[in-house]
């Protein structure tokens, strides 16, 4: 299968997250193709899970000031300050598709892979902590990389690699970040930059994360083109849905 690699590109929230729902609906069109892109923020937002309550981002101070958007995917609340964000579609006959901790696993094998190459040893919290139990919702940290999860990679204690997925009929859509360093918004949550000796600028790693995901997901990496139409799907979505307060203050 081709995977079609678009470029790095720096855009605002409601514009990222119409992007990646449109290549969803592509794929689920047409299951010969698969996407990969990385990307970057125009200015330090942050995405909540679908699931989330708006009103606990704004019952605290520091998220007031702060460009808000909710993701199409699950999870805890992503600061998108000073990390690369990827998103990767494939097709529901992909034969990682299913289990879902298949398409994690094999998309933070690849991350592992690239970092233990700059000499960072990331871990699985599952192998670090086997016998971890998942606490109930209601006690999960508000930000995801307060947070851990069985897949999530850990390095020196901090999570510095997450994922989410959405699944329609026919696509699968998983989105992720790479935290590289330390936002001034939320200091407590070190990247790979603050811990060890590496490059903190996103465009740095966006060749090597696309190339190295390509090939653990066995698929051949193209040079990428849009669908047709493309555009103007992104600009309907962007302001039927991620512009609009009945999506992102749904909950």
Known sequence: MNCRLLPYQIADGPTNMAIDEALLEAVAQDS???????????APTLSLGYFQRWADAEAEP??????????????????HDNELTYALIVPASHPLARP????????????????????VEARRFGDLNPT???????SRPFLCFAD????????????????????RAGAILQHGSLLLGRSPAAPELPGVADLADADNAPQAWSALVAESLCEALGMTPV???????????VDRLKHTVYCRDSWNERR
Request: charged share 25%; proline share 6%; glycine share 12%.
């Open 32 to 42: 010969s193709v698969a996407y990969l892109r990385t990307y970057g923020w125009s």
């Open 62 to 79: 520091r998220w007031r000031a702060v460009a808000k958007i909710r993701r199409p995917t699950g999870g805890g609340a992503i600061l």
């Open 100 to 119: 879902n901790t298949a398409l994690y696993q094999a998309v933070h094998r690849a991350f592992g892979d690239i970092l233990a190459g700059r000499n």
């Open 132 to 138: 971890a139990e998942r606490p109930p919702p209601a």
């Open 148 to 167: 851990r999860d069985g897949e999530d990679l850990i390095f020196q204690g901090a999570k510095i690699v997450g994922s989410a997925q959405r699944r």
């Open 223 to 233: 040079a990428g083109d849009l669908p047709e139409g493309f555009h103007e799907r």
